[in-house]
């Protein structure tokens, strides 16, 4: 069996954990009190924090982040969408908040600047995905997922069959074998196979939320494009975990959350990325260019 803790020691050997940029609830913090805790432990002592996958750790410099937005709406108001006051120190204009990350993203996932876009929250954004790529025709309207998929990635693609007019058994939710804990990516593929002409989406987990199984994203992808689907991914806990490499894997679409693993917060911009080339040689909406960042999107 793998030695996980030394594996997580040699990695933090070798690259660092940067644990003294953020900030650790205390025992104390967390309510526990003297006589709750271990012996080695004080109510001061910081806390081993797993729940990273949920919400990360307060960096320390949010704060004087925070503030000195508070500070720009202060002094500007409405003005400081166009004119920061402190945008000689690098701060940005509001209207433009989303553009410097876009660079440190696109590096992370595996993709062009010009295919990746901040947006709002995860279930928000993957509903504008569905509108944008679910076209569901009389004989291709199912939607692929795995079972207990996370609850609101279920009602979003629920909500998106039944805005068409389709009952819930549009839907084509995979369960692991009887006995297993993980979908094997075989019976995936068979799937794809048997019921592919009827299915308009594909929409699996990067990584499974509860299982923490890691998909095979290329080979899933390729073996539904084959059957002529779309594909899409919610990537909010493959994000910062594993390589992505989404416009060579050619993948479709895909939106994710920087909460968890990148320690920015239950309100920062989430991201969504599509991929460059117009969908199956459609005109896309003049603002389509602005709402990934940068105007770059293919004419036809």
Not at 181 to 210: N, P
Not at 229 to 242: E, P, R, S, T
């Amino acid at each position: 069996m793998p030695d996980f803790k030394k594996e997580a020691h040699d990695l933090d050997e070798k690259y660092g954990n940067h644990s003294e940029l953020f900030v650790f609830p205390t025992f104390s913090s967390m309510g526990l009190k003297e006589e709750d805790l271990p012996k080695s432990k004080r109510q001061e002592s910081a806390v081993n924090y797993l729940c990273g996958n949920s919400l990360g750790l307060m960096p320390k410099s949010t704060m004087e982040a925070v503030k000195n937005e508070l500070k720009a709406w202060g002094l500007r108001g409405v003005e400081s969408h166009f004119r920061h006051p402190m945008k000689e120190k690098g701060l940005t204009n509001w209207v433009d908040i989303d553009l410097p990350v876009v660079p440190y993203l696109a590096k992370v996932v595996g993709a062009n600047e010009c295919e990746v876009a901040c947006m709002g929250t995860l279930t928000m954004n993957l509903n504008s995905l569905l509108f944008s790529f679910y076209r569901p025709t009389q004989n291709r309207y199912k939607i692929l997922f795995e079972k207990h998929a996370f609850p609101s990635d279920y009602y979003a693609i629920l909500n998106q069959v039944k805005l068409h007019g389709y009952k819930e058994d549009a839907l084509i939710q995979l369960s692991p074998r009887k006995g297993e804990y993980s979908l094997r990516t075989l019976d995936i593929l068979a799937e794809i196979d048997k019921e592919g002409d009827s299915i308009a989406v594909v929409c699996f987990s990067g990584i499974q939320y509860y299982t923490g199984q890691y998909f095979d994203i290329k080979g899933i992808t390729e073996a539904a494009h084959r059957k002529g689907c779309v594909v899409g991914w919610d990537l909010a806990h493959a994000f910062g975990n594993v390589d992505l490499q989404l416009h060579d894997w050619n993948v479709d679409f895909r939106c994710l959350v920087l909460i968890q693993v990148h320690e920015l917060g239950p309100w920062s911009n989430r991201r969504n990325f599509r991929k460059r080339e117009t969908y199956q040689g459609q005109k896309l909406a003049s603002s389509a260019g602005r709402m990934v960042g940068k105007q770059c999107w293919k004419q036809v």
